[in-house]
């Protein structure tokens, strides 16, 4: 009987430590992933300061465009 026990104890003892086991790598793998996607957006995404300063130029352009289509408006022979 108590070679039983004894037998189902250690049973008992391995499922728990394997369930564990599996828990871990689980939560490891988890970890890893989540670590993917922070360092995937942290590559692929742009910053707030780069998102302004892009804004800035394209402004700065669309500003000259206006200007040179005034220009040519103001020119233009009229009928």
Do not use: C, W
């Not at 049973?11 to 995937?40: F, G, P, Q, W, Y």
């Amino acid at each position: 009987m108590i070679e039983a026990a004894v037998s189902a104890g250690i049973a008992l003892v391995a499922a728990m430590a394997t369930l564990h086991n599996r828990t871990d790598n689980r939560i490891v793998k988890l970890d890893r992933r989540v670590d993917e996607v922070e360092l995937s957006i942290a590559r692929n995404y742009v910053s707030r300061t780069e998102h302004f300063q892009a804004m800035e130029k394209i402004e700065e352009h669309m500003v000259r465009i206006e200007g040179k289509l005034d220009v040519f408006i103001q020119n233009y022979p009229r009928k």
